[in-house]
C-alpha cells in the first residue's frame, strides 16, 4: 500500500514537472509576441484543492508565487508551504480578512469600498501596509464578484485614500463561456483602463500588475497585456474536491 502510494505522488509530481516546462514554454511564446521577455510576466499558481507536497514541489521547480481562493484552506496549509510568496485570489468575505491579513502579500479581489474598508482597519491593526488589487468584472455577470467598468474610477479614488493599503493593479476574470474571440477582447478592454489609469498618476496607485488569464486562456491574455497569470489545473491537473 505504501508503495502505492509512493508511486501515484511520483506519477504526480513528474506531471507537475512536465505541465511547468509547458508552462514556461508557453509564457515565453507569448511575451515574445507581445515584444516582451518570460520574465516580465509573473506566473502564480493558483493551489485550490493542491495538496501541500505537489505545491511544495512546484516551488522546488521554480514558481515562486502561489495563490489561494478559499480562506479557511489557506490557513490550514499555510504553515506545511516551503518558502514562497502567498496571496489571496479567490471571494473574500469582510468576516474573513482577519485570518488572512498576516499571511498574504497581495489579496487580488477587492471588488467594493466596503471589503477594502475591513482591509484597511485589519491591516492597520497588523500594523503592515498591504498590497491590493482591485477585481473588475469585465463581462457584467450578475453572479460575479467585482466593480464594473464604470464604477472602477470612483472605487480608485475612495481605496487610494484608505489608511494601509497600496493598490498595485487590476484583476479580471472574463465570463467563462464566452468565445476566445469575445474573451480576447474582454483582456484587451482591462489592458486599456490598466494603461489608463497608469498615465492618471494618481496617489498611492501603482498599476504593477495587471492579474488576468488563467489555464485555458494564459497565452491570450499574456499578448493582450497581462503581466500576471494565473494558472492552476494546466499546472496541477484537474482539480479533486472534497
Known amino acids: ?17 512536465e505541465n511547468y516546462k509547458r508552462i514556461c514554454d508557453g509564457i515565453a511564446r507569448a511575451a515574445a509576441d507581445s515584444s516582451r521577455k518570460p ?16 505545491i511544495n514541489h512546484s516551488i522546488a521547480l521554480g514558481i515562486s508565487h502561489i495563490g489561494e481562493n478559499r480562506v479557511q484552506e489557506l490557513c490550514e496549509k499555510y504553515d506545511g508551504y516551503a518558502s514562497v510568496d502567498v496571496q489571496f485570489i479567490g471571494h473574500l468575505q469582510t468576516n ?3 485570518q488572512i491579513i498576516s499571511k498574504v502579500s497581495l489579496i487580488q479581489s477587492v471588488d467594493s469600498l466596503h471589503l477594502a474598508q475591513e482591509v484597511s482597519r485589519q491591516a492597520v491593526k497588523a500594523a503592515k501596509q498591504q498590497d491590493i488589487l482591485l477585481e473588475v468584472n469585465i463581462g457584467r455577470e450578475e453572479n460575479k464578484s467585482g466593480v464594473l467598468p464604470e464604477a472602477l474610477p470612483e472605487l480608485l479614488e475612495q481605496v487610494a485614500v484608505l489608511p494601509a493599503l497600496h493598490i498595485r493593479g487590476l484583476m479580471a476574470i472574463p ?8 474573451t480576447i477582447r474582454f483582456f484587451s478592454r482591462m489592458t486599456q483602463y490598466f494603461i489608463d489609469i497608469k498615465n492618471k498618476s494618481m496617489d498611492n496607485v501603482n498599476m504593477d500588475y495587471l492579474s488576468m488569464g488563467m489555464s485555458a486562456d494564459y497565452e491570450d491574455a499574456i499578448r493582450a497585456g497581462a503581466n500576471m497569470v494565473r494558472v492552476g489545473s494546466a499546472l496541477y491537473g484537474a482539480r479533486v474536491y472534497r
Open 1 to 17: 500500500m505504501t508503495e502505492k502510494l509512493s508511486n501515484e505522488w511520483e506519477e504526480r509530481f513528474r506531471a507537475v514537472e
Open 39 to 54: 520574465e516580465e510576466i509573473t506566473l502564480l499558481a493558483a493551489t485550490k484543492t493542491v495538496p501541500v507536497e505537489v
Open 96 to 98: 474573513k480578512v482577519r
Open 175 to 182: 465570463p467563462a463561456d464566452a468565445a476566445k474571440s469575445e
